[in-house]
């Protein structure tokens, strides 16, 4: 099946590690639509790639946050913030009696519009500062 959520040059930081990350992301978000095609078959699997996309999210953008807080980037609060958005968002999920495909559905929405929308934002804005300041820290 083709990719439903396309890595692009766009979203290049040139931080290896954050790169890296983000292809991860791409990655299990297309593994996931890929389940859908099959719900009944893939019911399990769905829960467990929801389980593990969330663990990968979340710990990304603590990673992030590490980042900023370390190499002290300008406006990092508002970056800070909206990765705490996103985080409770994701946490969120849990808290309504919902079924792992909707779960899945609504995480997959969540990670693509943070490529969209927080990523062309927050993340494009400051990471040529913090691959600066990390080249110079080396």
């Known amino acids: ?25 791409f990655q299990q978000v297309n593994e996931l639509y890929d389940m859908f095609s099959d719900t009944k078959k893939y019911h399990k699997q769905i829960s467990e790639k929801v389980i593990n996309l969330k663990t990968v999210l979340i710990k990304h953008l603590y990673e992030e946050n590490e980042l900023f807080e370390k190499y002290n980037i300008s406006e990092k609060e508002a970056h800070l913030k909206a990765h705490d ?14 079924s792992s495909l909707i779960v899945a559905l609504l995480l997959c929405d969540v990670i693509i519009n943070y490529f969209l929308e927080h990523f062309p934002k927050y993340d494009k804005k400051y990471i040529p500062e913090l691959n600066e300041k990390m080249s110079i820290k080396h």
């Not at 083709?2 to 991860?24: A, L």
């Not at 958005?85 to 919902?98: A, C, G, R, S």
């Open 1 to 25: 099946m083709d990719d439903v959520f396309e890595w692009k040059d766009d979203f290049v930081t040139g931080n290896q590690q954050i790169d890296n990350e983000h292809k991860q992301l």
């Open 85 to 98: 958005e996103i985080i409770k968002t994701i946490n969120d999920l849990e808290n309504y009696n919902l």
